[in-house]
């Protein structure tokens, strides 16, 4: 047996060996940008905008690393990548198509005789008889309109002779069952999946040489990168190394500067922190932020922290995140652009922060992460919160005029949902007096009147199809709410209908089809922020006396009705918003606070008090009287009515209706001895406490 290598002019091999190389990128790769960004920091693509002819300080650069932002969501290169490998994939299939056709089949004795397989012997004998009739080259004449010559002619007799032997002649037969040739066996062809012309001339040691290198060294590091960069990242897409890091500056109780402090300690910063930027103008840059000392409200704990850090890049970002969160002014493009770049991965690592904070479960990190989160997107000082600053024009000094003559003894800063509430006359002015055009000052009444701020209606506790909340139970909490914009004139009165939480029906398609539609909320407005954001809203039950989260955040970006019109006016619609949790195992009365933090406005947030009462299972077990239907009489008109249809009547002797026992046991079998002790202080700025509305029968 001879051995044989050979190129493969004719392309017939080729084209599989690219298309195999090619999916082995591309399927990834295209994995990879179709799947769902885990991160929360993007907009969602049905969003509108707030629309306002404000520009801030420094537009140029925030719009120039917004359009960085854009392009690194968009990822063009893999995009480019991908459809680049679609478009190979694309031609080595039809390359495969096109050479299938001219390919040459296997040989097959049976189909050169033209008979079936389960033929017998006598009929393989008749058949070779009848074409040696009209075959043998003794009998058979070329025939020129098809260009055949006498040698083809032979050659098709040849064939003809060997399928017949092969179907006929033991040993012949033999050799065509074992190496599929009626001649034995063949020689060894070993085919190099290279068009011919690619190693002429000498040059396919180097064409050899490239694919070396592009299955020995290439594919492994490609694969080995992806999987071992998957390996490296957390679930909220950060590193596994910013986790841990993140981890040691965790405490129990935290306020924003210690939050922004434990998010400085991440390494993505170093892909913004690089080379010559490690740290170019870190000097400049803290002798800024001594100057504006007394502006930054920064407290002496935070500036020991950014005094006390030794590694040059998490220095510069702790110092460029303050800069950012006071909006200082630089003076040097450079730190302005670093300044505003950093500002979405400083968001990023914040929330990656929050899941560690909701993995303890203590109040006080969770809300200083949130408050972060405010602060980060309208970039305005997270201690020294000034509700204010996040409309246009509105600086820290104009703010201090207003407030100082609108204080009336309070000391907490006034809200825009408070300003706005003034008289018109009377906002026009504390404007003027503060030193602020009523042109600015109508830009950012234009701004407030487009903000969601969420009005809580009403709130309450239930369990689906059940009258009662019984221990261990799925127990809903229910929140009713209405985006009302500060400074929205003529809003009308709530629909009582609309605050029922009303179980639908089994089976009504069109009342699930409608709760699981959402609408999305416009884009936060945030003119420093160098990113589109979409804002959200989260609902959390808090046990203040533990000072723990007793029921995690639900998160909401999207509501079950359309929350403002094209025109970016408010609807005025009830919105429902669903948490869902198990009830305590014990019997009693569950004080909470619910907390509904909005993660991209300051000053937006509410909390109430909400009481969550559970009864006992005997109790849940009780018929009332409103459960039953009453008959008609059977004296009456109506039950002889009923009668002749066939219908019970009051004298029918009939068993009654069966308690609704199914869900009652098999939360009573899940009841457990556990004590479940949970309460909370009264607090001075609920407005009111949340009642337990379960009777779904009466709504």
Known sequence: ??????????AQFFPFFVLT???????????????????????????????????PEHAEIIDAQRAKQKRKEVRLKRMLTAGTGWLVMA???????VTARATPTVWNPYDILDIGMSASE????????RLSVTMHPDKRQPDASRNETFDMVNDQWVEIVKAYKSLTDEDVRNNYIQYGNPDGKQSTSFGIALPKFLVSEGSGKYVLAFYALLLGIGLPWLVGKWWYGMQKMTRERVLVTTAGNMFKEYRERMDEGDVVAAVSSALEYKDILHGAKEQGGLGKLEQRLEQASAETGMLPKDKKKLDDLDDPVRRKTLALVWAYLNRLDLDDKSLEAEKYELAPTVLQMNEAFLSICLAYGFTAPVLASYHLSQALVQATPPANRLPLLQLPHFTPTIIKQIEQTTANGKKDHISIQSF???PAEHRQALAQAAGLTNDRLKVAEGVARQLPLLKVEKA????????????????????????????TTNIPD????????????????????QEQEQHPVPLAYAPHFAKDRSPRWHICL???????????????????????NEDGTPTFNVVTLKMQFQAPPQAGEYKFVMQMMCDSYMGFDYKQEAALVVEDVSKANEVDDDDYISEPEEDSIAGQMAALKGQPTASDERPRKPKREGKRLQAKREEDESDYESGTDEDEESESETDTDTDTDDE
Do not use: W
């Open 1 to 10: 047996m001879s051995s044989e290598y050979n190129y493969d002019p004719d």
């Open 21 to 55: 190389i090619t999916s082995l990128v591309t399927f990834p790769l295209t994995y990879t940008l179709l799947r769902a960004p885990t991160t929360t920091t993007g907009a969602s693509s049905k969003a509108s905008h707030i629309t306002s002819p404000y520009q």
């Open 91 to 97: 031609y080595m299939v039809y390359l495969v198509y």
């Open 122 to 129: 006598k009929q393989i004998n008749s058949r070779y008889r």
């Open 420 to 422: 706005m509430a003034l």
């Open 460 to 487: 309450f506790f239930k369990v689906q199809g059940e009258r009662y909340i019984i221990p261990s139970s799925l127990v809903q909490f229910v929140v009713k709410a209405r985006f009302i914009p500060p400074g």
């Open 494 to 513: 709530v629909d009582e209908k609309d605050l029922l939480d009303i179980d639908p029906a089994e089976g009504d398609i069109q009342a699930q089809k």
């Open 542 to 564: 808090v046990d203040n006396r533990q000072g723990k989260i007793a029921v995690p955040p639900f998160t909401f970006p999207s509501f079950d009705k359309k929350p403002f």
